[in-house]
């Protein structure tokens, strides 16, 4: 018989137990009893590629975009916004960006046009086209090109792959790898199964242990994996880290839906704090929703 502990826990019910490192709820106590491989589960999750595949994915399609990005002062006042709809074509397999219509207050750009705020340029790096570009695909690997190049790659995986060890940046690449010791016996891990947006869905959830809580990247990873064929539908996750030349806390949520043969996002919400040394701190949120996929 396969052994159920019960949880110690001033959060647990009756009808919540312990198996193999993992709080399951009722309804997964009683899959595992009928033979469901929590060990196995945790190692799909653990080389899940599809998450980060989706955001690839999108260089491969036509769609459009509606973009929104508010910078905010410390009080949560509003000190510069970007409200935009962009077209992104795809033919012959090239891809160009056209913006339909843009709106734009305060001090978002500097005098040249280019953006003053780390957030904006970084969302421009991961979202907008500048130009043509040719034969991209969606492939996930590990090699990593050199420079800036190097450098946005290394912030998709961070962003889009949590979970996963990053090299290349020290302090954050090998604490982000949850499902790996030392920092797996760190996190507290959740697996339920839900409805969501009327697909049905596994639930897991990991968040750091108390002692932990101020020496991790990853305040939290919820991941919606649809039962019939464990894609992703929906992620939450929250980021942060301290240190003497920098800082950062980011929540962001995330769905996908199915397109053809691949998945893709189609809204993602972010919230951000970023502080770097010399460097005035910046609290700044975007909504990114796509569209009209072809």
């Not at 970084?122 to 420079?147: D, P, Q, R, W």
């Amino acid at each position: 018989m396969i052994f159920l502990a019960k949880i110690v826990s001033s959060q647990s019910t009756q009808k919540e137990k312990i198996h193999q490192g993992i709080i399951l709820d009722e309804v997964m106590i009683k899959a595992v009893y009928a033979g469901f491989d929590v060990k196995g589960f945790v190692e799909k999750v653990k080389h899940d590629t599809t998450f980060y595949k989706a955001f690839k994915t999108l260089r491969l399609h036509s769609y459009h975009m509606y973009n929104d990005i508010v910078i905010e002062d410390r009080d949560e006042n509003e000190k510069a916004s970007y409200n935009s709809l962009t077209f992104q074509e795809v033919k012959n397999n090239c891809r160009s960006m056209t913006v339909k219509s843009e709106k734009v207050k305060g001090n978002f750009y500097k005098k040249n046009h280019s953006y003053r705020y780390r957030t904006a340029s970084l969302y421009a790096h991961l979202f907008f086209t500048k130009g043509t570009i040719c034969n991209e695909n969606n492939i996930v690997g590990n090699k990593m090109n050199s420079g800036s190049a190097k450098y946005e790659e290394q912030l998709r995986q961070l962003i889009f792959n949590p979970g996963k060890r990053i090299s290349g940046i020290p302090g954050i690449g090998d604490n982000i790898a949850i499902f790996d010791e030392p920092y797996f016996s760190k996190y507290r891990f959740r697996l339920s199964r839900v409805l969501y947006n009327n697909e049905d869905c596994y639930v897991f959830r990991a968040i750091p242990k108390p002692a932990y809580i101020n020496s991790v990247v990853i305040n939290e990873l919820t991941t919606w994996f649809r039962v019939s064929d464990f894609s992703i539908v929906a992620r939450d996750y929250s980021l942060s880290f301290k240190t003497l030349f920098y800082d950062f806390d980011v929540v962001m949520h995330v769905k996908l839906k199915p397109l053809n043969n691949d998945w893709v996002p189609y809204e993602i919400n972010y919230k951000g704090n970023w502080h770097v040394l010399t460097q005035s701190r910046e609290i700044a949120s975007f909504t990114a929703i796509f569209t009209d996929f072809e």
